[in-house]
């Protein structure tokens, strides 16, 4: 393809072509995600017993940890994977629209976003998932000419893939820390000292705490099984974007009360066993997340497509819309900030407030993002980190700035 061919063909996403819908639920999985990643971000996660105990919060930090990992804990990254599957698929459709090659340009993009995940886990947040994500969109390849039932069966593998794995003993905890050891030892971390580097710590040490701390991301990534459901998920949103089932919602609805109806008539018993098992690595934590955790994320999903097609829920959700066009930006963003809470290069206030401060806190971060996403986009076309994984993948200089018009 010659350079002029490339400039005319490949263009991102404009505003005629995206579905607003998918952003409203982009916008709405990215609060669940802030709301299940502020156990991380504030450090209580690493806090031992005795410091929770001893918080005077100690009684309803229980109610609310409890609570998150009932109704939060792995349901919205689980949405927002099917997502990544459903953006997936609109890229193929667009691409073979103009007659393009689709290979080259997606293993560039998710490249990328790989680069941006390093950054990301280096100098904020060593819990990154974008990492992962790109390495798992790279696998979808693959199945981009594959028929509807053989990407159902192999979604279907992936997603019970960590309960077989539990069962059988396959990858025990701990496999990938040796080399995050050797970087504690050569640093000086312990991991009763993490907390106080993290929370006190300048710059440079935070760095290095997180670059030996990432190989703990990876151990639970792949041990506990979360790299399959990613990538399960990755392809039933494929699957659900090449099938186009997003495109007219009202004439799906009895199908969508159904889908709310067992997702929370199945997922809320199962996640009530998986939330009363949590931290036991038993074979019964394991199965109810497999078997519960999908099911409570897409009745959370269908609600929000029943208030969508509702009289006035378009209007109610819109405010959603913006949040979700920025989804990287802002869950960089979340990180950025929450870092500058907790951290040392901010106010410190890591592994001194357990779940009755951190949540009004994590909620009060997005609806920041809300305002700032909405204000943000009235004069730009994509959000920053956006505009960059756009100019960086292909290959050309778009506008940041709209076009002022008179």
Same mark, same amino acid.
């Not at 996640?271 to 109810?288: D, F, K, V």
């Not at 870092?339 to 909620?363: E, H, N």
């Given at each position: 393809?010659?350079?002029?061919?490339?400039?005319?063909?490949?263009?991102?996403?404009?505003?005629? #072509?995206?579905?607003?819908?998918?952003?409203?639920?982009?916008?709405?999985?990215?609060?669940?995600?802030?709301?299940?990643?502020?156990?991380?971000?504030?450090?209580?996660?690493?806090?031992?017993?005795?410091?929770?105990?001893?918080?005077?919060?100690?009684?309803?930090?229980?109610?609310?940890?409890?609570?998150?990992?009932?109704?939060?804990?792995?349901?919205?990254?689980?949405?927002?994977?099917?997502? *990544?599957?459903?953006?997936?698929?609109?890229?193929?459709?667009?691409?073979?629209?103009?007659?393009?090659?689709?290979?080259?340009? *997606?293993?560039?993009?998710?490249?990328?976003?790989?680069?941006?995940?390093?950054?990301?886990?280096?100098?904020?947040?060593?819990?990154?998932?974008?990492?992962?994500?790109?390495?798992?969109?790279?696998?979808?390849?693959?199945?981009?000419?594959?028929?509807?039932?053989?990407?159902?069966?192999?979604?279907?593998?992936?997603?019970?893939?960590? @309960?077989?794995?539990?069962?059988?003993?396959?990858?025990?905890?701990?496999?990938?820390?040796?080399?995050?050891?050797?970087?504690?030892?050569?640093?000086? *971390?312990?991991?009763? @000292?993490?907390?106080?580097?993290?929370?006190?710590?300048?710059?440079?040490?935070?760095?290095?705490?997180?670059?030996?701390?990432?190989?703990?991301?990876?151990?639970?990534?792949?041990?506990?099984?979360?790299?399959?459901?990613?990538?399960?998920?990755?392809?039933?949103?494929?699957?659900?974007?090449?099938?186009?089932?997003?495109?007219?919602?009202?004439?799906?609805?009895?199908?969508?009360?159904?889908?709310?109806?067992?997702?929370?008539?199945?997922?809320?018993?199962?996640?009530?066993?998986?939330?009363?098992?949590?931290?036991?690595?038993?074979?019964?934590?394991?199965?109810?997340?497999?078997?519960?955790?999908?099911?409570?994320?897409?009745?959370?999903?269908?609600?929000?497509?029943?208030?969508?097609?509702?009289?006035?829920?378009?209007?109610?959700?819109?405010?959603?819309?913006?949040?979700?066009?920025?989804?990287?930006?802002?869950?960089?963003?979340?990180?950025?900030?929450?870092?500058?809470?907790?951290?040392?290069?901010?106010?410190?206030?890591?592994?001194?407030?357990?779940?009755?401060?951190?949540?009004?806190?994590?909620?009060?971060?997005?609806?920041?993002?809300?305002?700032?996403?909405?204000?943000?986009? @009235?004069? *730009?076309?994509?959000?920053?980190? #956006?505009?960059?994984?756009?100019?960086?993948?292909?290959?050309?200089?778009?506008?940041?700035?709209?076009?002022?018009?008179?």
């Amino acid at each position: 393809m010659d350079s002029h061919g490339r400039q005319a063909g490949w263009a991102p996403t404009s505003g005629e #072509e995206r579905h607003e819908f998918l952003d409203v639920l982009r916008g709405v999985a990215l609060f669940g995600i802030i709301v299940a990643n502020m156990i991380l971000y504030s450090l209580y996660a690493y806090l031992p017993e005795t410091a929770k105990t001893g918080m005077v919060t100690a009684s309803s930090d229980r109610v609310l940890d409890f609570l998150e990992l009932l109704l939060i804990e792995g349901k919205f990254y689980t949405i927002f994977s099917i997502l *990544f599957g459903i953006g997936f698929s609109i890229l193929i459709i667009r691409t073979r629209a103009k007659g393009l090659v689709f290979h080259r340009f *997606f293993l560039r993009r998710v490249f990328i976003l790989y680069l941006i995940g390093v950054a990301h886990a280096l100098f904020f947040w060593h819990d990154d998932i974008l990492q992962f994500y790109a390495f798992c969109g790279a696998l979808l390849l693959p199945f981009v000419s594959c028929r509807d039932r053989t990407i159902v069966i192999c979604a279907a593998l992936a997603l019970v893939t960590p @309960t077989v794995l539990h069962a059988v003993g396959g990858i025990p905890p701990g496999t990938f820390l040796g080399p995050g050891d050797l970087l504690f030892e050569r640093f000086g *971390f312990t991991p009763e @000292t993490r907390v106080d580097v993290w929370a006190g710590g300048g710059l440079p040490e935070i760095v290095r705490l997180n670059l030996g701390s990432w190989f703990n991301q990876l151990d639970y990534v792949v041990t506990s099984g979360m790299i399959f459901r990613i990538f399960g998920c990755f392809l039933l949103g494929f699957l659900i974007g090449r099938n186009e089932l997003f495109r007219n919602l009202p004439a799906s609805r009895r199908m969508i009360e159904r889908l709310v109806i067992i997702g929370f008539a199945v997922g809320i018993p199962l996640n009530l066993i998986y939330a009363i098992t949590y931290g036991s690595e038993s074979w019964l934590h394991a199965a109810s997340a497999t078997l519960g955790i999908l099911p409570l994320s897409a009745g959370y999903a269908c609600l929000v497509a029943l208030i969508w097609i509702a009289p006035g829920g378009g209007t109610r959700l819109r405010c959603f819309a913006p949040v979700g066009r920025m989804a990287l930006t802002n869950y960089v963003g979340q990180s950025v900030v929450c870092s500058l809470l907790f951290y040392g290069t901010g106010l410190g206030l890591g592994g001194r407030v357990g779940p009755t401060v951190y949540l009004p806190i994590g909620i009060a971060v997005y609806a920041a993002q809300v305002a700032a996403s909405r204000a943000w986009l @009235t004069r *730009f076309r994509y959000g920053p980190l #956006e505009w960059l994984w756009r100019v960086l993948t292909y290959g050309r200089w778009f506008p940041l700035r709209k076009r002022v018009t008179t």
